[in-house]
């Protein structure tokens, strides 16, 4: 079983940028399809970012041009790089683990981390 923490949320102002990490343990990361999942206040988990053991990635419609996913093997470790960012980009921003990438998101069923919050504000 994988387990995976998150870092590098924070304050920022609108038209800014951050770099989010999750670091994974335990067990083969290599193995694993990744996804970065957000959720706002009062809505629902939703897809931000996703990259298969392969390394295709996937973009939420409203990030797409802006974010860009990616992951290190050796380090056990997949970035999530935003830019450009806006006021709706605020969120709990959470790492997701599973074996295959059809397996990623709230249904899924894979290891989620404990999340870290991002607000963009001025």
């Known amino acids: 079983q994988v387990q995976l923490v998150e870092s590098g949320g924070g304050l920022v102002h609108p038209g800014g940028s951050l770099r989010l990490s999750c670091a994974a343990s335990?067990?083969?990361?290599?193995?694993?399809?990744m996804g970065w999942y957000r959720q706002a206040p009062g809505k629902q988990r939703e897809l931000v970012a996703s990259i298969t053991r392969s390394g295709i990635t996937n973009y939420g419609d409203s990030v797409k041009g802006r974010f860009t996913i990616s992951r290190d093997n050796a380090k056990k470790t997949v970035y999530l790089q935003m830019n450009s960012l806006k006021p709706e980009d605020t969120a709990v921003y959470f790492c997701?683990?599973?074996?295959?990438?059809?397996?990623?998101?709230?249904?899924?069923?894979?290891?989620w981390g404990q999340g870290t919050q991002v607000t963009v504000s001025s």
């Open positions: 335990g067990s083969i990361f290599s193995r694993y399809a």
């Open positions: 997701n683990a599973a074996a295959i990438s059809s397996s990623l998101g709230p249904k899924g069923g894979g290891t």
